[in-house]
């Protein structure tokens, strides 16, 4: 489970004035949900994402991961629990797609063998066969097996809490909609809790239990796509929806 209470973020901006990157969010995500954060660039999607992490410090307010503040928790404890995934998948260019996916494993100082085997393990479940691409490097793919690749790599240590930022924000419409058919597939597989990050309505909706919106720094609702269509609860929200629709897949 992932808890943020009264979460606020103020940056210094460029010229010494506050920026009030998030405000006062309070969210759960429970064991094995997927809440999909959504609202328009620089509304503090990444910023909140960044707190359960500890990639951000908040200004005030609390995060708990698995039921502990995550300020209470060793950093390196903490992120070894939590997968991370970037938009463009943020692999490393010069090593092999193996060598990506099995970073943290080597981190870990897992032998070579126990390694490889989880590598090619990984590789089968996000549908990259690793005979074909364990050898490659990121320049040899395209944007959907990178981003595979991405998350392979993020699963590696098996972690029980997974962040996405725009993880399929790069891809083009037809590959996204097979990403989203594998993702929700290795979702049931794998049960993760997840907090995935999107610009994209439609996106949400298909991937996330419930969505989150956000604007200027605050959740302005948060819940499946039925509360969303049938009771907004502003007419902000209402405006984004009408905004974000034709985004929105075929409805069914
Ligand atoms: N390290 C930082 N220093 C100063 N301002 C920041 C920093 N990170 C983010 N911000 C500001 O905080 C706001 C929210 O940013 P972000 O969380 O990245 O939004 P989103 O991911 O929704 O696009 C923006 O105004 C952004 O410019
Ligand atoms: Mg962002």
């Not at 309505?201 to 796509?225: C, K, P, S, Y």
């Amino acid at each position: 489970m992932i808890e943020l209470r009264g979460v606020s973020k103020t940056f210094e901006g460029p010229d010494g004035s506050a920026v009030h990157a998030v405000r006062d969010v309070d969210l759960q995500v429970a064991d094995g949900e997927t809440v999909c954060l959504i609202g328009t660039s620089g509304c503090g999607k990444t910023t909140t994402m960044k707190m359960i992490n500890r990639l951000v410090e908040p200004t005030a307010g609390e995060v708990l991961v698995g039921g502990r503040r995550v300020e209470d928790l060793d950093v390196i404890e903490l992120r070894r629990s939590i997968g991370y995934v970037i938009q463009s998948g943020g692999l490393f260019p010069h090593l092999s797609v193996a060598r990506n996916v099995g970073v943290l494993c080597e981190l870990e100082g897992w032998s070579k063998a126990r390694t490889r085997a989880r590598v090619d393990e990984l590789l089968e479940l996000v549908n990259l066969p690793p005979a074909e691409f364990r050898r490659r490097h990121p320049g040899e793919l395209s944007g959907g097996q990178r981003q595979r690749v991405g998350v392979a790599r993020a699963l590696a240590l098996d972690p029980d809490h997974v962040l996405m930022d725009e993880p399929f924000g790069a891809l083009d419409p037809m590959t996204r909609a097979d990403i989203h058919r594998e993702f929700v597939a290795l979702e049931e597989r794998v049960k993760k809790t997840i907090v995935l990050v999107t610009h994209d309505m439609g996106e949400a909706f298909a991937l996330g239990d419930r969505v989150a919106l956000m604007d200027r720094g605050r959740i302005v609702q948060v819940g499946t796509e039925e509360d969303f269509r049938d009771r907004p609860v502003s007419g902000f929200v209402e405006r984004f929806l009408a905004q974000h629709l034709e985004s929105v897949g075929d409805g069914t």
